[in-house]
Protein backbone atom coordinates (compact mmCIF):
# COMPACT_ATOMS: atom_id res chain seq x y z
CA UNK A 1 0.00 0.00 0.00
CA UNK A 2 1.22 3.55 -0.92
CA UNK A 3 -0.10 6.40 0.72
CA UNK A 4 0.00 10.03 -0.30
CA UNK A 5 -1.34 13.24 2.18
CA UNK A 6 -2.07 16.19 1.31
CA UNK A 7 -3.99 19.18 2.25
CA UNK A 8 -1.81 20.35 4.63
CA UNK A 9 -0.81 24.29 4.98
CA UNK A 10 -0.68 27.70 6.76
CA UNK A 11 -4.31 28.92 8.41
CA UNK A 12 -4.65 31.14 11.16
CA UNK A 13 -5.38 30.07 14.61
CA UNK A 14 -9.51 28.87 14.95
CA UNK A 15 -9.14 28.32 11.10
CA UNK A 16 -9.88 24.98 9.39
CA UNK A 17 -7.86 22.25 6.59
CA UNK A 18 -9.08 18.86 6.13
CA UNK A 19 -6.46 16.52 4.94
CA UNK A 20 -6.36 13.87 2.96
CA UNK A 21 -4.55 10.12 2.45
CA UNK A 22 -5.31 8.70 -1.09
CA UNK A 23 -4.03 4.83 -0.75
CA UNK A 24 -3.03 2.78 -3.47
CA UNK A 25 -4.15 -0.65 -4.35
CA UNK A 26 -7.43 -2.98 -3.69
CA UNK A 27 -7.22 -3.83 -0.18
CA UNK A 28 -7.49 -0.62 1.23
CA UNK A 29 -11.33 -1.07 3.08
CA UNK A 30 -8.45 -4.24 4.69
CA UNK A 31 -6.44 -1.56 6.35
CA UNK A 32 -6.91 0.08 9.97
CA UNK A 33 -6.07 4.06 9.19
CA UNK A 34 -4.47 6.71 11.73
CA UNK A 35 -2.79 10.06 11.53
CA UNK A 36 -0.28 10.96 13.07
CA UNK A 37 1.99 14.16 13.97
CA UNK A 38 4.94 15.34 14.75
CA UNK A 39 5.59 18.37 15.79
CA UNK A 40 9.17 20.55 15.72
CA UNK A 41 11.63 19.01 18.17
CA UNK A 42 9.17 16.59 19.90
CA UNK A 43 8.62 12.54 19.02
CA UNK A 44 5.64 11.48 16.31
CA UNK A 45 2.72 11.47 18.60
CA UNK A 46 -0.73 9.60 17.73
CA UNK A 47 -3.68 11.47 16.61
CA UNK A 48 -6.65 10.15 15.34
CA UNK A 49 -7.61 6.05 13.94
CA UNK A 50 -10.70 4.66 12.00
CA UNK A 51 -11.74 1.14 12.04
CA UNK A 52 -11.92 -0.84 8.87
CA UNK A 53 -15.56 0.58 8.12
CA UNK A 54 -15.57 3.86 9.67
CA UNK A 55 -17.75 2.64 12.37
CA UNK A 56 -15.17 3.02 15.09
CA UNK A 57 -13.23 6.05 15.37
CA UNK A 58 -10.08 7.11 18.37
CA UNK A 59 -8.85 10.49 18.96
CA UNK A 60 -5.89 11.86 21.14
CA UNK A 61 -7.49 13.87 23.79
CA UNK A 62 -5.83 17.09 22.84
CA UNK A 63 -7.93 17.06 19.29
CA UNK A 64 -11.25 15.87 20.91
CA UNK A 65 -14.20 17.86 19.61
CA UNK A 66 -12.05 19.59 17.27
CA UNK A 67 -10.57 16.98 14.62
CA UNK A 68 -12.78 14.66 12.89
CA UNK A 69 -11.34 10.78 11.27
CA UNK A 70 -13.37 9.48 7.98
CA UNK A 71 -12.43 7.46 5.34
CA UNK A 72 -14.27 6.64 1.89
CA UNK A 73 -13.31 3.03 1.20
CA UNK A 74 -15.00 3.55 -2.87
CA UNK A 75 -11.92 6.31 -3.29
CA UNK A 76 -8.85 4.69 -0.83
CA UNK A 77 -8.89 7.71 0.81
CA UNK A 78 -8.84 9.13 4.31
CA UNK A 79 -9.64 11.92 5.85
CA UNK A 80 -9.09 14.35 8.66
CA UNK A 81 -11.09 17.38 9.01
CA UNK A 82 -9.28 19.72 11.62
CA UNK A 83 -11.30 22.41 12.96
CA UNK A 84 -10.84 25.59 15.49
CA UNK A 85 -6.90 24.95 14.97
CA UNK A 86 -4.01 26.20 17.70
CA UNK A 87 -0.74 26.73 16.91
CA UNK A 88 0.01 23.59 19.30
CA UNK A 89 -1.42 21.73 16.00
CA UNK A 90 1.48 23.37 13.80
CA UNK A 91 3.34 20.05 12.66
CA UNK A 92 3.91 17.51 9.95
CA UNK A 93 1.16 15.04 9.74
CA UNK A 94 1.43 11.78 8.37
CA UNK A 95 -1.31 9.10 7.60
CA UNK A 96 -0.58 5.19 8.13
CA UNK A 97 -2.24 1.85 7.87
CA UNK A 98 -2.46 -1.04 9.90
CA UNK A 99 -3.76 -4.67 9.72
CA UNK A 100 -4.91 -4.09 13.10
CA UNK A 101 -6.61 -1.88 15.04
CA UNK A 102 -3.76 0.12 17.10
CA UNK A 103 -2.83 3.76 18.35
CA UNK A 104 0.97 2.56 18.62
CA UNK A 105 2.60 4.02 15.60
CA UNK A 106 5.39 1.02 15.50
CA UNK A 107 2.51 -0.81 14.95
CA UNK A 108 1.20 0.58 11.31
CA UNK A 109 2.70 -0.98 8.38
CA UNK A 110 2.67 1.60 6.12
CA UNK A 111 3.28 5.59 6.12
CA UNK A 112 2.63 8.27 3.76
CA UNK A 113 4.70 10.95 3.26
CA UNK A 114 3.80 13.60 5.58
CA UNK A 115 2.09 17.26 5.25
CA UNK A 116 3.09 20.12 7.12
CA UNK A 117 0.29 22.04 8.55
CA UNK A 118 1.10 25.88 9.80
CA UNK A 119 -1.38 27.36 12.09
CA UNK A 120 -0.79 30.83 13.12
CA UNK A 121 -1.41 32.67 16.39
Known amino acids: VQLQASGGGLVQAGGSLTLSCAAS????????MGWFRQRLGKEREFVSAISWGGDSTFYTDSVKGRFTISRDNAKNTVYLQMNSLKPEDTAVYYC???????????????WGQGTLVTVSS
Open 96 to 110: AAARVAVTQGSLYDY
Open 25 to 32: GRTFSSYY
